[in-house]
T-cell receptor
């Protein structure tokens, strides 16, 4: 596709449910990032993949958060036993390569509401 | 801990005004500074700055970086209502180029 796509665009989960958020990066992009954006705040880094390797997961807020990119393309962010504080927009971004520059292209995000 | 601070937090101007948005940072392993525009969806890329003192320009928008004083400004001249958005400043750090964002400046341009 032409840009980064994410699905679903909106997700409402009851507290305690598990959710899975999908990101389709721009074709051929090596690097993939997940960010969490709370209302009125800037995005905060969660995790980073270079191809299928998860090289940095320092931003994941707890062990309930798990991300994967098994074939180096599509990525899934999974949140287990959701809590109200997980409510946020989850943004995915991709960039062409690690060394060729830092311009990241963002998807539209998934707005997660935990009730 | 890496930190990016933007000011003002919000701004209301009349169409045709010129605005200056500020971004200061305190990070380790600086690679570049980026500006994004966010309306009700994905942040869209505006500029990436790596060198001090070199102005980047795109239409009515321009930006410059000062690596000695650790700040950047984004200027918008002859503002239009379509410029209304949140403007995010981010700094890229480390080998993975992860972005640390400020909280953004919310700009509203009125008629």
């Amino acid at each position: 596709g032409a840009g980064v796509s994410q699905s679903p665009r909106y997700k409402v989960a009851k507290r305690g449910q598990d959710v899975a958020l999908r990101c389709d990066p721009i074709s051929g992009h090596v690097s993939l990032f997940w960010y969490q954006q709370a209302l009125g705040q800037g995005p905060e880094f969660l995790t980073y993949f270079q191809n299928e390797a998860q090289l940095d997961k320092s931003g994941l807020p707890s062990d309930r958060f798990f991300a994967e990119r098994p074939e180096g393309s599509v990525s899934t962010l999974k949140i287990q036993r959701t809590q109200q504080e997980d409510s946020a927009v989850y943004l995915c971004a991709s960039s062409l390569a690690v060394w060729s520059g830092d311009e990241q292209y963002f998807g539209p995000g998934t707005r997660l509401t935990v009730t | 801990e890496d930190k990016v601070v933007q000011s003002p937090l919000s701004l209301v101007v009349h169409e045709g005004d010129t605005v200056t948005l500020n971004c200061s940072y305190e990070v380790t392993n600086f690679r570049s500074l980026l500006w994004y525009k966010q309306e009700k969806k994905a942040p869209t890329f505006l500029f990436m700055l790596t060198s001090s003192g070199i102005e980047k320009k795109s239409g009515r928008l321009s930006s410059i970086l000062d690596k000695k004083e650790l700040f950047s400004i984004l200027n918008i001249t002859a503002t239009q209502t379509g410029d209304s958005a949140v403007y995010l400043c981010a700094v890229s750090t480390g080998t993975a180029s992860k972005l640390t964002f400020g909280t953004g400046t919310r700009l509203q341009v009125t008629l």
